[in-house]
């Protein structure tokens, strides 16, 4: 047993040498793979596409989803672009609806849309809410000649249809001269709808959707919808943890003309809901088109987030010009280098991000004035060579792993080698 005990303590004393050597040269060899990384990324033109605010079939807290009403105080509250659901009718009338009869909208039966004419449905009153209410109102169902004509010219539609009603949808559209005024929702693969937008017409501007957990069809359409012009991606999951919310996705966003996702849904949005933790989530993974039923509550949190990421850009330029990272040898210097170089390219990339949210562009800038104070504070240990190794959760779990490596191995050899003894 002494012989064992011994062994142990010397088993301890190589993992100290581990905590001491190898793993701050891990370290060290990490941030030198890192700032070759960063220093590739920082040659790539900033992310210029800014965070909006989408409206969902309108204002309809206090009005009827896809009403007169509510396009207009969805405009009036600051909306880029109001989605507007359509179905179309026997005789071809582009009607704004949600879903394909009107029983949830309207006091009707649910005979669906289609097999109706215009006239049989004109007249029927709205619900309030998106129909599940049992409050009517007065306010009538909206054709989509009448909301064009109303509204078309004042804020962009959004239309979204069954992908057959495209061509009949684009004729509407043309015959109002709104086409640069619309984005037509293509709900197919981006091949098709943009083999469709460019045999039709090339400067209209198109949204295509693609509801995936696929990593390859998620890559797939950032991909081709990236080398379109006028394009737009819509990405949709109901997985929290979907590959379109994975780095090997959302890094190609940038070359996009915007990447939208519907708040409002929860099997849309990874089961997110439409509040502010969640658009801050979302904003810092690239998504900067924003789908929303709050458009003032949005639009707060964009105008805080353009005010962040304006303190941040003023404080990178104060920094840059006032402090320069001091070079020291060793490996208690390099952990403090490695910390603030991080910071460094976390904030230059929240500066340069347009669609950069509140929360991370304040992080970013308290982890790159906190990895600045500390090296400020402990200056006087590195120009005397008197600085300690640091103690950092990768340390702990390496030094951890390793101790109960060696002593898993000794209680292996102790068992057997006693067993050897009994049979001997």
Same mark, same amino acid.
């Given at each position: 047993m &002494?012989?064992?005990?011994?062994?142990?303590?010397? *088993?301890?004393?190589? /993992?100290?040498?581990?905590?001491?050597?190898?793993?701050?040269?891990?370290?060290?060899?990490?941030?030198?793979?890192?700032?070759?990384?960063?220093?590739?990324?920082?040659?790539?033109?900033?992310?210029? @596409? =800014?965070?909006?605010? !989408?409206?969902?079939?309108?204002?309809?807290?206090?009005?009827?989803?896809?009403?007169? =009403?509510?396009?207009?105080?969805?405009?009036?509250?600051?909306?880029?672009?109001?989605? !507007?659901?359509?179905?179309?009718?026997?005789?071809?009338?582009?009607?704004?609806?949600?879903?394909?009869?009107?029983?949830?909208?309207?006091?009707? $039966?649910?005979? =669906?849309?289609?097999? &109706?004419?215009?006239?049989?449905?004109?007249?029927?009153?709205?619900?309030?809410?998106?129909?599940?209410?049992?409050?009517?109102? $007065?306010?009538?169902?909206?054709?989509?000649?009448?909301?064009?004509?109303?509204?078309?010219?004042?804020?962009?539609?959004?239309?979204?249809?069954?992908?057959?009603?495209?061509? /009949?949808?684009?004729?509407?559209?043309?015959?109002?001269?709104? !086409?640069?005024?619309?984005?037509?929702?293509?709900?197919?693969? /981006?091949?098709? /709808?943009?083999?469709? @937008?460019?045999?039709?017409?090339?400067?209209? &501007?198109?949204?295509? *959707?693609?509801?995936?957990?696929? !990593?390859?069809?998620? @890559? %797939?359409?950032? @991909? %081709?919808?990236?080398?379109?012009?006028?394009?737009?991606?819509w990405l949709a999951t109901s997985n929290p943890y979907g590959m379109i919310f994975q780095p090997s996705t959302t890094d190609g966003f940038a070359d996009l003309d915007g990447v939208m996702i519907q708040c409002t849904d929860p099997n849309e949005c990874g089961q997110r809901t439409d509040t502010p933790l969640y658009w801050e989530d979302l904003a810092a993974r690239g998504y900067n088109l924003l789908m929303t039923d709050d458009i003032a509550g949005l639009k707060e949190y964009i105008k805080q987030s353009n005010q962040a990421r304006e303190e941040l850009r003023d404080a990178l330029q104060e920094i840059k010009a006032s402090w320069v990272l001091p070079d020291y040898p060793g490996f208690a210097f390099a952990d403090y280098r490695f910390r603030y170089e991080n910071a460094l390219t976390a904030a230059e990339d929240a500066a340069n991000r347009e669609s950069s949210g509140f929360g991370q562009c304040r992080s970013a800038l308290y982890d790159l004035r906190k990895s600045i104070e500390q090296i400020n504070e402990n200056d006087p240990a590195f120009r005397s060579g008197d600085a300690g190794v640091t103690i950092t959760p990768g340390r702990i779990i390496t030094v951890v792993i390793g101790i109960a490596a060696f002593v898993a191995l000794e209680l292996f050899i102790h068992k057997h080698r006693g067993k050897a003894r009994g049979k001997t």
């Open positions: &002494k012989h064992f005990l011994q062994r142990t303590f010397f *088993y301890l004393f190589l /993992a100290a040498i581990l905590f001491a050597v190898v793993v701050p040269a891990s370290a060290a060899e990490t941030q030198a793979a890192t700032s070759v990384k960063d220093e590739q990324e920082n040659t790539a033109s900033p992310d210029t @596409r =800014p965070l909006a605010a !989408i409206s969902d079939m309108g204002e309809h807290l206090d009005n009827p989803a896809n009403s007169l =009403p509510a396009i207009r105080d969805a405009m009036l509250a600051g909306a880029e672009m109001i989605r !507007i659901p359509l179905q179309k009718t026997k005789d071809g009338v582009f009607i704004l609806s949600e879903f394909p009869n009107l029983s949830i909208a309207c006091d009707t $039966d649910d005979t =669906p849309i289609s097999e &109706k004419n215009w006239a049989d449905i004109s007249s029927l009153t709205l619900r309030n809410g998106t129909g599940g209410s049992t409050t009517m109102t $007065d306010l009538t169902i909206v054709d989509l000649d009448t909301a064009l004509g109303m509204y078309g010219r004042r804020v962009v539609f959004l239309l979204d249809t069954d992908w057959e009603n495209r061509d /009949a949808l684009y004729q509407k559209v043309l015959a109002q001269d709104l !086409i640069d005024r619309c984005v037509f929702v293509c709900r197919t693969s /981006a091949k098709k /709808a943009l083999a469709w @937008r460019d045999s039709v017409d090339q400067n209209m &501007k198109i949204m295509v *959707y693609e509801k995936t957990n696929v !990593i390859f069809t998620a @890559r %797939a359409a950032v @991909r %081709a919808v990236s080398e379109a012009d006028n394009a737009y991606l």
